[in-house]
């Protein structure tokens, strides 16, 4: 039987896995969007069977907020879903044992579908893009000792564990003055027995949509930009982020 690694032990091998996923893109307001369903249902079909949409009724007569989902879709086996309101598109992912290890295979899976959210995402907002991000959450259950070993990684002064219950890092960068890449480990907690070392990567091209002075908007090069960091990170850095170190640059 194998036993579980301290804090203390080298990480050399990686032992996350990928467990959900999150993808956004945040584009100008369209109060038309229900006219593009047959959009999403045709261009996503190969993801989403097109009687999965749910289409929300709301009243014209009351005021609704814009983040109200008015688009819902889930997959056949219930994997994914597409949340759609007036200004942004929303996929989550869950990802199963099939996929938790293999974070290329998990990639491919996701970017499949990004790919097609991104042009129709461009084609309802006619190419007006704000931001678009990739949230991953990762956990490493071969930690025994998941606070111990963030206080140990995280802080440069001893800090007793001793009646810590929970414990959270979160470190932002700035990528070539267009992306943030956010990391917050932490440790999770199943129960109050049962623990293990949360990985959160997000990464997205806000950091364009609030200090550009070109333009407000993002282009393609960036959107698609933002996809190519999170699988740099995630295939050549992870290691180094759960260690609480990142070096990109």
């Known amino acids: 039987m194998s036993q579980k690694r301290t804090y203390t032990i080298d990480k050399g091998?990686?032992?996350?896995?990928?467990?959900?996923?999150?993808?956004?893109?945040?584009?100008?307001?369209?109060?038309?969007?229900?006219?593009?369903?047959?959009?999403?249902?045709?261009?996503?079909?190969?993801?989403?069977?097109?009687?999965?949409?749910?289409?929300?009724?709301?009243?014209?007569?009351?005021?609704?907020?814009?983040?109200?989902?008015?688009?819902?879709?889930?997959?056949?086996?219930?994997?994914?879903?597409?949340?759609?309101?007036?200004?942004?598109?929303?996929?989550?992912?869950?990802?199963?044992d099939q996929y938790w290890n293999d974070f290329d295979k998990c990639y491919q899976y996701m970017k499949k579908r990004i790919s097609v959210l991104d042009e129709v995402a461009m084609e309802i907002a006619n190419d007006k893009i704000f931001f678009n991000g990739i949230v991953t959450q990762f956990v490493d259950e071969q930690i025994a000792e998941p606070t111990a070993y963030i206080l140990?990684?995280?802080?440069?002064?001893?800090?007793?564990?001793?009646?810590?219950?929970?414990?959270?890092?979160?470190?932002?960068?700035?990528?070539?003055?267009?992306?943030?890449?956010?990391?917050?480990?932490?440790?999770a907690r199943k129960d109050l027995q049962q623990e293990c070392l949360g990985v959160q990567l997000d990464i997205n091209s806000r950091?364009?949509?609030?200090?550009?002075?070109?333009?407000?908007?993002?282009?393609?090069?960036?959107?698609?930009?933002?996809?190519?960091?999170?699988?740099?990170?995630v295939m050549q850095h992870l290691a180094e982020i759960e260690k609480g170190e990142l070096a990109i640059w």
């Open 13 to 96: 091998d990686n032992m996350l896995q990928q467990v959900y996923s999150q993808y956004v893109i945040n584009f100008e307001e369209n109060a038309d969007l229900i006219d593009y369903i047959n959009v999403f249902k045709e261009k996503l079909a190969p993801f989403f069977n097109k009687k999965a949409y749910t289409v929300v009724g709301l009243p014209d007569s009351v005021p609704v907020p814009s983040e109200l989902p008015r688009i819902i879709a889930v997959s056949s086996n219930g994997h994914s879903s597409l949340e759609v309101n007036l200004r942004q598109i929303c996929l989550n992912i869950k990802f199963d």
């Open 152 to 187: 140990q990684h995280m802080y440069r002064e001893h800090v007793s564990k001793n009646h810590i219950f929970d414990v959270l890092s979160k470190l932002t960068y700035v990528k070539d003055e267009v992306y943030y890449i956010n990391t917050t480990i932490n440790n």
């Open 207 to 233: 950091y364009w949509a609030n200090y550009s002075k070109e333009s407000k908007y993002a282009n393609r090069s960036i959107i698609q930009g933002t996809m190519k960091l999170y699988h740099e990170v």
